[in-house]
């Protein structure tokens, strides 16, 4: 169980929160609660791929394994959420309201949750969380609008470094997706042994690692150049 000033040590490092005085904290969690949730290491997700996303959460200690599988079930990504974090923030509002990745432990793990409505009745009339905030939401689409370009004038080896960093685009650490190499061939639109050169080169560089029907990111800031 932490203390007060643990829980405020706490709160002064998570995102979004990040500037905000210990009076403004203090109100916040009088009126809000701001309490510290906790959950051991487990094998089933804490968040599952399309649950509603019905609160803004902080994971404020440990670790999560984020894992998406893709709408037409052809690949399944694996990343490291390292606290602090926010989880999905952007799909607290908009018109498809569901996490689109599950989150399990793979240690004990702190997080904080707090309801969309206190988010506007509450966090939102502090003008530090709302500039945080909207910073955070710009950023956010800004890498996703870089990653959108047309792949018809790259090589295919940077085609299959494009479609890498789409998947893992907010991820730092390692990562892995699972994907068969005609699947990955059609998404790029190249030959089977093509995209299979490619692979292997990229391999010898040591920007991934292959594995049946798995691909090994050691490091996801190799695959952003």
Do not use: W
Not at 130 to 148: E, P, Q
């Amino acid at each position: 169980m932490i203390t007060l000033t643990q829980k405020y040590e706490l709160l002064t490092k998570l995102p979004l929160l990040q500037g905000l005085s210990g009076k403004e904290l203090a109100h916040l969690e009088s009126v809000i609660g701001l309490e510290v949730n906790e959950a051991p290491s487990m094998r089933r997700p804490l968040i599952c791929q399309n649950d509603p996303c019905t609160h803004l959460i902080f994971l404020a200690t440990g670790t999560l394994i984020r894992e998406y599988q893709s709408d037409d079930g052809l690949f399944i990504t694996k990343s490291i959420i390292q606290a602090p974090a926010l989880l999905e923030p952007y799909n607290l509002y908009g018109l498809d309201c569901n996490f689109r990745c599950s989150y399990t432990p793979l240690q004990n793990v702190s997080y904080i949750t707090v309801k969309k409505k206190d988010v506007m009745q509450h966090l939102m009339k502090a003008e530090i969380f709302r500039i945080n905030y909207f910073n955070l939401l710009s950023a956010i689409i800004h890498k996703k609008d870089a990653l959108l370009q047309p792949m018809r004038n790259l090589t295919v080896n940077q085609k299959i470094l494009t479609f890498l960093q789409r998947q893992f685009a907010d991820c730092e650490g390692q990562g892995e997706i699972a994907i068969k190499m005609t699947d990955l061939a059609d998404y790029i639109g190249e030959t089977r042994l093509n995209t299979s050169r490619a692979l292997n080169q990229l391999e010898k560089e040591h920007i991934i690692e292959l594995k049946r029907s798995l691909i090994v990111i050691p490091e996801v800031k190799l695959v952003r150049g």
